[in-house]
Nanobody, 131 residues
Framework: QLTLAESGGEAVQSGGSLRLSCVVS????????VAWFRQVPGKQREGVAS????????YADSTKDRFTISQDNTRSPVVYLQMNKLKAEDTAIYYC????????????????????????WGQGTQVTVSS
């Protein structure tokens, strides 16, 4: 069973940068991928980026030129989301999640969306971008 803990969300001005962190703890019996999602209250959850165990990354079209996902597995696995040139429309609660690989959030289809019923979610971290 895996547990996820996000951090790094805060209020910034438009054009600024933030780096979110997702610490992954526990054990899973197979390879898994980690993804970042975001959600504005009252709106549908949106996939942002995913990364597989071999550092292959997938991005949503809305963020691929500004956001970068990476991971550090030297100790406890940590997945980062570097967000640059932030815009007001990036304001949301950001969640990290894990899913077995495959299906790895449909990365084979160049998508970031949960597929099966083995997705684990973190509690989220709030990002607020003021214009």
């Amino acid at each position: 069973q895996l547990t996820l803990a996000e951090s790094g969300g805060e209020a910034v001005q438009s054009g600024g940068s933030l780096r979110l962190s997702c610490v992954v703890s526990g054990y899973f019996q197979s390879d898994y991928c980690v993804a970042w999602f975001r959600q504005v209250p009252g709106k549908q959850r949106e996939g942002v980026a995913s990364i597989d165990p071999y550092d292959k990354t997938t991005y949503a079209d809305s963020t691929k030129d500004r956001f970068t996902i990476s991971q550090d597995n030297t100790r406890s696995p940590v997945v980062y989301l570097q967000m640059n040139k932030l815009k007001a429309e990036d304001t949301a609660i950001y969640y990290c999640a894990t899913e077995p690989d495959p299906p790895c959030f449909n990365a084979e289809l160049d998508m970031v969306e949960p597929v099966g019923d083995e997705v684990t979610w973190g509690q989220g971290t709030q990002v607020t971008v003021s214009s």
